[in-house]
């Protein structure tokens, strides 16, 4: 239940048993656990519930959980279209993660070391060509520019308010959808040019296939 959300959303109950396979009587009692432990929190909409992480910090908790766990995994085993598909690009909580994140760091926007995250000069000038204002998430209550560890990738990208500034952008431009029941997403055919001309990336494939291709 706690993965189905990391994708940031808030989901019922029933939405969440359904994610886990699970019955709706076991799902609320590891809810209300999770809960009053504060690793999820609750938004009432009217009579209806909704769950979701209680904040970044669990999803980064979990993020490193799953990384260790998938750390034993066969390093070479043919991988599934939908973990092709999640490697490329997938939600990390209000974020995005996978290979087109690698980017920012290759075109020197973005400086890397062991623990941070740096904006260059260079960076500065294309987040705001790009219509993000670095000034305003600023004087947000959150990191403005920190590393997430992937565990698709065993490699840290953009996370903080820049990150979650970015993949909203995409999303916004329509260069992106959401996949259903996965946290994996669709470059749309508009995406798939807005990353050439910007990034000089190829976003074809595997991100933007609705479905497995036929015979595969």
Not at 16 to 23: E, F, M, S, V
Not at 34 to 49: F, K, W
Request: proline letters at 4%.
């Amino acid at each position: 239940m706690v993965a189905a959300l990391l994708d940031g959303r808030a989901l019922t109950a029933s939405e969440l048993a359904l994610a886990a396979r699970i019955t709706p009587q076991t799902a609320s009692t590891h809810l209300a656990k999770l809960t009053e432990a504060g690793v999820l929190s609750v938004v009432r909409n009217g009579r209806h519930r909704h769950f979701r992480l209680a904040s970044p910090t669990v999803a980064d908790m979990i993020d490193g959980i799953v990384a260790v766990a998938l750390a034993k995994r066969p390093r070479y085993r043919p991988l599934s279209w939908q973990a092709r598909a999640l490697g490329a690009a997938r939600i990390c909580y209000d974020h995005l993660a996978g290979r087109l994140t690698d980017s920012f760091v290759a075109r020197k926007y973005v400086v890397l070391d062991e623990e941070a995250a740096e904006i260059t000069t260079t960076g500065t000038r294309f987040f705001t060509e790009f219509g993000i204002e670095l000034a305003r998430l600023g004087s947000t209550h959150r990191h403005v520019c920190r590393l997430c560890l992937d565990w698709t990738e065993r490699r840290p990208h953009i996370a903080g308010a820049v990150g979650a500034a970015i993949t909203k952008r995409y999303f916004e431009l329509g260069w992106m959808e959401r996949m259903k029941r996965s946290h994996a997403v669709i470059v749309t055919p508009l995406g798939r040019q807005g990353f050439q001309e910007t990034f000089g990336i190829d976003a074809s494939e595997p991100g933007d296939r609705r479905r497995p291709e036929s015979g595969r």
